[in-house]
């Protein structure tokens, strides 16, 4: 899979909570979901975190109350609750994968070559991004609304 195509990295190091790692999907015309917009509608749709613009630019400015605050569960819970109906490896369900496990799935040990098993392959390689960034601990979150700079 080719890598992190229309998303952001975001680490924010020293907060009171510890380390805050994001991936964001970055806004694309006027669509806050950016690539995820085609998860719009699907069963992956209830995992995708949203949070304020303004949650988030506090936090990017070193207050982080907020954004914590409309966080969620850790990462690796969320991928967790990815229920094995939505989140099974394509290649693991169709049985063409000669290394097939039960981690070939959202969780703490999705494989590198993880393929969510959707119709679109846009939507695949924007799942492929949501699952490995859970795995690292990255917060996966759509940021809405307007934010602000200092």
Partial sequence: MSGLKGFSKISLL??????????????????????????????????IRRVSGEAFSYALHGYTKPLVDQLGPEPLIVAGRVPDSVGLCRQFQKKTCAVRKPTCRP??????????????????????????????????LVVEGPEFSF
């Fill in 107 to 140: 969780g703490p040990e999705p494989p590198a070559c993880y393929e969510a098993s959707v119709d679109s392959f846009d939507l695949e390689e924007a799942l492929y991004e949501v699952v490995m960034a859970w795995k690292k601990g990255r917060y996966v």
């Fill in 14 to 47: 020293k907060t009171e909570w510890g380390p805050l790692r994001i991936l964001r999907p970055l806004p694309r015309d006027g669509d806050d979901w950016g690539p995820l917009a085609l998860a719009r509608g699907t069963e992956w749709e209830p995992f």
